[in-house]
């Protein structure tokens, strides 16, 4: 909710009229879905823009890794054949095609980084409109 309302708050500060900052806002945020590693997984994108750089801005891509490490690591899973077991790990690492190098937290962190750009972002906007009206 934070990282939304941030990304809104810039955008409304951006763009004069009502409807056209929904708009406007909606196709942002559409965009870092569409490109964040859920619909497609993460190899399956586009390099050129879709995976370098919304893949990496979407904050989306975050919130879905650190709830799939949450979730999946730390489990065993029996596999296809006889005895065969799948950690979680690995099935966030191969099947999801996520980062496992480093730890949830790290996701909670950048998501958190990202909450207080946005909102920094934001103050910067409206003081430069300010200085220019």
């Not at 806002?25 to 190899?43: D, E, T, V, Y």
Request: net charge neutral; proline share 3%.
């Amino acid at each position: 909710m934070l990282l939304v309302e941030g990304l809104m708050m810039i955008v409304a500060s951006l763009v004069p009229d009502f409807l056209m900052g929904i708009i406007t806002g909606a196709g942002i945020q559409g965009g870092m879905i569409l490109a964040s590693g859920f619909f497609r997984l993460p190899n399956d994108l586009p390099r050129l823009v879709w995976k370098y750089p919304i893949y990496y801005i979407a904050f989306h891509k975050y919130a879905n890794q650190g709830y799939y490490k949450n979730e999946f690591i730390g489990l065993t899973f029996q596999g296809n054949e006889g005895n065969s077991t799948i950690s979680g790990e690995e099935v966030v690492r191969s099947f999801w095609q996520m980062e496992v190098g480093y730890s949830k937290w790290v996701d909670l962190t950048i998501l958190f980084g990202m909450a207080v750009l946005y909102r920094l972002l934001f103050f910067v906007t409206v003081k430069v409109s300010e200085r220019l009206k």
